[in-house]
């Protein structure tokens, strides 16, 4: 199907040539404008069905995650803004109805940690997910850990903070999350004390995963970060592909 037909507008000749008329050059580029209009639009409709769409609740942090690496990359993105509770038409995307999710094409999937991972690899190489053994090993330990053993246990928090938990709290399950929320901050105290970041000097996908976790526990648990800790959040937050994502967040 050609470019004229698929848009559904009249065909346009080849030329301006037929369309040459007593207003000479003036004929001449009405009817030259129209194709490259067609053209222009064409391509960035192209290139819209093959951006990739990430869905996320607007100020989500967990999807951040993927558009940062995204700016970082240089890769297109547009950002999907679901409703609380999620409705049917996303809920036919993911059925799951959690965020965030991403869309690359027929290609969909969960897990904020495993969409980098995935842009890492699909659009890289990339220095942010490094080849060296010692590195890579950092690197990924640092970006699963960013999650799994630390945004994760903020969840009971959240739920006890907004979610009406009974009675007002978590029991023994917040009693645990408050413990492996501790041991996780020193934790990457401890790694942060060797920086300026996770990997050294080196910028990777560990600093989005686990600056995203300091984020909630300072942003939707209100709590004060240790000063290395804070100062680690606000220099990596500093970088413009963090502050041209979470301006598509707001
Ligand atoms: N491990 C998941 C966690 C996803 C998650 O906790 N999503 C929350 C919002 S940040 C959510 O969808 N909550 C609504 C629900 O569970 O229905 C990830 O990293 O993507």
Known sequence: MSTTQHLGSRPLP????SN???NGQRDRQFAI??????QMLDTSI???????????FTRGARGLRAAW????MGVEYEFTPVTFPPQPEYLSINPMGRVPYLQDGSVGMGESIAMMLY??????????????PALLARALEFTIFGEASFAA?????LAVNFGGAPGGSGGWSETVARNQLQRSIKHVATVLADGPLICGDRFTLADISVATALYILRGA???????LLQTYLDIVQSRTSYINASRRWS
Do not use: S, W, Y
């Open 14 to 17: 080849e030329d301006g040539a």
């Open 20 to 22: 040459f008329g007593a």
């Open 33 to 38: 404008a129209p194709r490259a209009i067609e």
């Open 46 to 56: 192209n290139q819209r069905l093959k951006m990739l769409k990430i869905f996320d």
């Open 69 to 72: 690496l995204c700016e970082e």
């Open 119 to 132: 842009v890492a690899e699909r659009f890289g190489p990339t220095t942010l997910l490094p080849r060296e």
């Open 153 to 157: 246990h903020m969840d009971v928090l």
């Open 221 to 227: 648990l209100d709590q004060d970060l240790p000063h």
